[in-house]
């Protein structure tokens, strides 16, 4: 079994990654150590140092407070089940969304955003293309075009900065979310950027995103990482003394510049969201 610290570390440095695959993680983590030794401090201890690898995201939080109300065996394991059958349930939408002969662009990795994009080729049957943005400064776009490649689907990867140049090609936006909050969307940075891009070419933006992204909380934290992250991709590394590098790994998309967003219950509109929040 894999220690706190091995677990953690996994999250932080993107061997897991995703807000779905880092909740379902740190859950098949947190039934062992309850199941060694029960519900009490180590259990506490544990939850929080797996919520703090990586802040921002909030289904694991919204997993930890469903687990400490009522601390079971089978509550971990009622939520493994529905993290993993969420995907399933989003993706029939996909045949309503995703029309033959259009052509996506999608943003970052996401698990959700993937399954529906993937289903609607797969089950239903749809002929489209999608253009991935490569998405500094971790590049986990290259990931998302790679995988729908490999199933055959026409796929263009493109540098972030080249966002309003091609959005004028795409019929629609298909993103994920890390949370769904009062203020907006919360997903990996840049996808503000895609979103404002769309409103002004008025492309519809659709976010896949189940109902335990909801984010009620009132403490709430943008991730910041490591500035190494962006230094190790500067060519010229001189000359860079007394400058500061920041790297916040999401950011807040206003819910003006969404059109719907699907979750497993169905097609919600933004009005609708905005409501349940
Ligand atoms: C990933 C990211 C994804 C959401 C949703 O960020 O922003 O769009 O987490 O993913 P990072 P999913 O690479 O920093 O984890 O749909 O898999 O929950």
């Known amino acids: ?149 490999k199933l055959g689907i026409p796929v263009t990867l493109i540098d972030d900065n080249a966002i309003g140049f091609f959005i004028k090609y795409a019929d629609m936006a298909i993103v994920g979310a890390d949370a769904l909050r009062k203020e907006g969307l919360v997903n990996k940075i840049g996808t503000s950027l895609l979103a404002q891009a769309a409103n002004d070419a008025a492309k519809p933006f659709y976010v896949i995103a189940n109902s335990l992204k909801m984010d009620k909380r009132r403490k709430f934290e943008i991730e910041e990482r490591p500035a190494n992250e962006i230094y190790r991709k500067i060519m010229h590394k001189r000359g860079l003394g007394g400058i500061k590098i920041r790297n916040p790994a999401f950011d807040t998309t206003p819910w003006k510049y969404v059109t719907a967003v699907i979750n497993e219950r169905g097609v919600l509109t933004k009005n609708q969201l905005r409501k349940v929040i």
């Open 1 to 149: 079994m894999k220690t706190l610290p091995q677990v953690t570390d996994d999250i932080r440095e993107f061997r897991i990654q995703g807000a779905n695959q880092i909740a379902l993680y740190s859950l098949c983590f947190l039934k062992k150590i309850a199941l060694c030794y029960g519900f009490g401090l180590r259990f506490k201890t544990a939850s929080q140092h797996l919520e703090r690898a990586r802040p921002t995201a909030v289904v694991l939080h919204n997993c930890i407070q469903i687990i400490n109300t009522s601390p079971k065996i089978s509550t971990i394991d009622a939520l493994i089940n529905t993290l993993r059958n969420m995907g399933e349930k989003e993706a029939v939408y996909s045949a309503k969304i995703i029309k033959n002969g259009s052509t996506i662009i999608t943003y970052c990795h996401s698990g959700e955003a993937m399954l529906f994009i993937k289903h609607a080729w797969i089950k239903h049957k749809k002929r489209f293309s999608v253009i991935a943005c490569e998405t500094e400064p971790l590049e986990q776009g290259v990931r998302t075009a790679k995988e729908l490649a």
